[in-house]
């Protein structure tokens, strides 16, 4: 067998291993189309692979196919996800998964392509493929296609091991995409196929806050609800040894809380008033006397609070890397400053999932640095995996750019044991799915939550 042939066995077989049941007379996984004879390949117009099993095997058609343009002439091949040139018949509310786009985006390098937007059959692919000299050989083929291949790779050697891992990528990508898979052994061969181009690199989030911090100085943590920011933030304060200030925000929270303020002295028997130092004012003053020693104002849920009220003047003293100035503000009476001690560190937190909190302005933005700590899987005896890879799989299929942020972090998925997770999931982690489908949010999951929670709780979101 030539090359073509030995990839088309290899494609189908791969398909089988993902759960495609081409034994099934009725309910075919894929037609096959395969326009690779000698006056195709002469063109260098020729191409095979997979299209939707509704569609004939030769003529015009619609929606996703595997698509892969081969040659004879040992010169590289690409590989794509494509449309049919008829545009979309079945997969349009495919096309729009988020999921779907963030997949395939990580299976393609410098050398490949993927649109944001797979719903897209009007624009054109990118010159730097269409121009590549790697693909000059087809590239009067691509262009009656340049529209409606929402994302390829180029391949070199396509029987290579390199080729081979790309090649069976992009067919487990379309298993996924075909809903092929039926059991675990599916589930598992696809997983592996995937592994090397969307393995997460393991990151010592802590060391690398730690080093943000001792450039940039005041720094945000931002993430959903259980991604450990508040944990985190204390971890780094561990790490370099800080003397450590806390204060939590909240609606009411006020320049007189934060900064300096006066209360009743509750302790006279007449009325009289005494000053309150608040606790970024407690912060500074031990900083300025300590200069030797890291101090670290940790300030929990920033955005509960009115900025503007809580900050006031002291807004204009959190640049990193501001010189001493003829500006003076007064932190309390008789202590004013020009500039925030070198010694004076700041980590705020922030829950991206709180839609009722207040905007933070672009001026505090810049001020800030801002690192977002996700949802992620934990080596623990107590992290119950499952539960969290089911929900992580929603999110990155069905969520939009922000509904990322809303995602559940692990925190919701530590439990002693079973029945402790059982209680986290019914009056957690099923309020709070509930809530965001109220609000209109995740609502093309609503569908995977409420199988999720009848499979695992006996519990319908939908009553």
Known sequence: MNNIENIRSFIKEKAEQFGAKTDNEFNKPYVERNNTGQEALKDNGAYFGFIHPEEEASGPFHDFSLTIFPNDQDKPWLICLGVGSSGFKNDYELAT???????????????????????????????????????????????NYTKVLPSCQIVDDPESEEGLKIISA??????????????????????????????????????????????RKYIVLQGPPGTGKTRTAKGVAEKIKAKTFFTQFHAETSFSDFIFG????????????KEKLGSFTEALKYAKDHENEKVLLIIDEINRANLSNVLGPIFYLF??????????????????INKLPNNFFVIATMNTADRSLAVVDFALRRRFAWFSLKPKAII????????????????????????LSLQPGQGYFIAENEEEMINRIKYEI??????????????????????????RIKTNLFE
């Open 262 to 273: 006066i209360r009743p002295d509750l302790n006279n028997k007449e009325l009289s008033y």
């Open 430 to 455: 099923f309020p709070l799915i509930k809530e965001y489908l109220q609000e209109g949010l995740m609502k093309n999951a609503k569908e995977e939550f409420n199988k999720y929670f009848h499979d």
């Open 170 to 215: 992009f067919v487990a990508g379309y298993a996924k995409l075909r809903d092929w898979p039926s059991n675990k052994d599916h589930r598992k061969a696809i997983s592996e196929a995937l592994e090397p181009f969307i393995k997460l690199e393991t990151v010592d989030e802590v060391e690398e806050i730690k080093n943000l911090l001792d450039e």
């Open 319 to 336: 640049e990193h890397k501001m010189d001493k100035s003829n500006v003076e503000i007064e932190i309390s009476p008789g202590f004013n």
């Open 380 to 403: 623990s005896k107590q992290f119950f995996k499952d539960d969290f890879k089911i929900i992580q799989e929603i999110f990155e299929w069905f969520a939009s750019s922000n509904e």
């Open 97 to 143: 998964y988020p999921g779907l786009r963030r997949l395939f985006s990580k299976l393609i390098d410098e050398r490949g392509f993927c649109k944001s937007d797979f719903s897209d059959i009007e624009t054109s692919l990118p010159k730097s493929i269409t121009g590549s000299l790697d693909i000059q050989h087809i590239k009067n083929t691509i262009k």
